[in-house]
């Protein structure tokens, strides 16, 4: 059996993987660098939900306007 290292992706005790934890940039330092490419992840990631949630929030609101035209 493969010993557990860098590249296994399961932790062999528990038999799960690994998740990502959230950096906090006000607590550890980081470079510019990654300071720049923390903010294009973010902005990748609104970029991607944005048409959805505003798809979901005209439908809401189309619903509660139907409703209060309904009372």
Same mark, same amino acid.
Do not use: C, Y
């Given at each position: 059996?493969? /010993? /557990? ?6 932790? /062999? #005790? +528990?038999? !799960?993987?690994?998740? &990502?934890?959230? $950096?906090?940039?006000? +607590?550890?330092?980081?470079?510019? !660098?990654?300071?720049? /490419?923390?903010?294009? &992840?973010?902005? &990748?990631?609104?970029? #991607?939900?944005?048409? +959805?949630? +505003? ?8 619903? $509660?306007? &139907? ?5």
């Amino acid at each position: 059996m493969a /010993s /557990s290292g860098a590249g296994d992706p399961l932790d /062999s #005790k +528990r038999g !799960e993987a690994p998740f &990502a934890q959230r $950096i906090d940039p006000t +607590r550890e330092k980081l470079t510019p !660098e990654q300071l720049h /490419s923390m903010r294009q &992840a973010e902005l &990748a990631q609104w970029q #991607k939900v944005l048409p +959805r949630r +505003r798809t979901r929030n005209i439908v809401t609101g189309l619903g $509660i306007g &139907a409703l209060v035209l309904a009372i």
